[in-house]
């Protein structure tokens, strides 16, 4: 066989002149093995999650928290809801918390659309997707104190409840970045589910995620106690296998990024790391997938990212 060592401006060159290079053997005498000719050439440019950043796109992050009762009685330390009065943080504070923390600086506004699922309302019936903020009804708080606010303030007005579902809040959140869609391409949005449990809409679930794998979201699940959590492994695509629909869609991308807690905890990479881990590459399959490019960052007042409320 032959070698050849070339440069880009090189194989530039040689696709303008039309002139063949040539391959020559490496071992004793300079004796030709063969020509190379160029039919095409083209070349891309690979842009960072950094460029876009950079340049004015942002992560809007959204969550949604587990209320069904096999999380325990709010009120028992043994319960995964328990709010520690020496300030000790339970694990549905410590995930909101890590990852909160990190994606508030890529959201300029840093108001997060904040739900909760499973619970009984008061004088209600079970809801599977409904707002933390129960003191104005609307689904966004301000930074991750407002999250951790209305998360334990939801505690002491609800009742833990079930089954677990995860429909209702992947649709909710998928509208909302479908809705952001029409107006721009410089939001991506990130949901962070906690949960203790199997849930029961298994394929509602698989469906609402392969339709949303077409749209600016990421979906990642954290796994909190010591539930069998072999469910949620089929849901992250991590091998290789994409999801698939009841009617035989497959996704688009892999959007779902799970991680138990338990197999985390104590060791040298954190919860938020090993969440946050494959978004970078999430974002970027998303934005060249789509020739969407980094731009300079725009001064005009945005649209608003979430869909009106429905006229009575």
């Known amino acids: 066989m032959g070698a050849l060592q070339t440069t880009i401006a090189q194989l530039e060159n040689l696709y303008k002149s039309k002139a063949g290079a040539n391959f020559y053997s490496k071992k004793g005498q300079k004796k030709l093995k063969g020509q190379l000719f160029l039919d095409t050439f083209q070349e891309k440019v690979q842009h960072t999650f950094l460029d876009y950043i950079s340049s004015g796109f942002e992560l809007n992050f959204m969550v949604a928290v587990d209320f069904t009762a096999s999380n325990g009685d709010p009120r028992t330390p043994q319960s995964l809801h328990y709010i520690d009065p020496s300030g000790r ?35 209600g019936p079970v809801s599977h997707c409904f707002n933390l903020n129960a003191i104005t009804n609307d689904c966004e708080v301000v930074g991750f104190e407002g999250i951790m606010s209305a998360y334990s303030s939801t505690l002491y007005s609800v009742s833990l409840s079930g089954p677990t579902l995860f429909g209702p809040v992947i649709n909710k959140a998928a509208e909302i970045a479908s809705h952001s869609a029409q107006y721009g391409n410089n939001r991506y949005f990130v949901l962070l589910i906690i949960t203790d449990g199997v849930i029961t809409d298994e394929q509602e679930t698989k469906d609402s995620i392969v339709r949303a794998s077409d749209l600016p979201l990421s979906i990642l699940i954290v796994g909190v106690g010591n539930a069998d959590f072999t469910q949620m492994r089929t849901l992250d695509a991590d091998l290789g296998k994409r999801l698939q629909s009841s009617t035989g ?60 409320p429905p006229q009575l």
């Open 249 to 308: 869609r497959v996704a688009t991308r892999d959007i779902v990024q799970f991680v138990p807690m338990r197999e985390v905890q104590g060791g040298q990479v954190t919860v938020v790391q090993s969440l946050l881990e494959e978004l970078p590459g999430q974002f970027l399959e998303y934005m060249r997938t789509r020739g969407i490019k980094p731009q300079p960052p725009q001064h005009a007042s945005a649209p608003p990212a979430y869909p009106p």
């Open 89 to 123: 943080l339970n694990s549905y504070q410590q995930a909101i918390l890590g990852v909160s923390e990190v994606l508030q600086f890529y959201d300029k506004d840093r108001r997060f659309p904040a739900w909760g699922f499973g619970a009984k309302m008061p004088q």
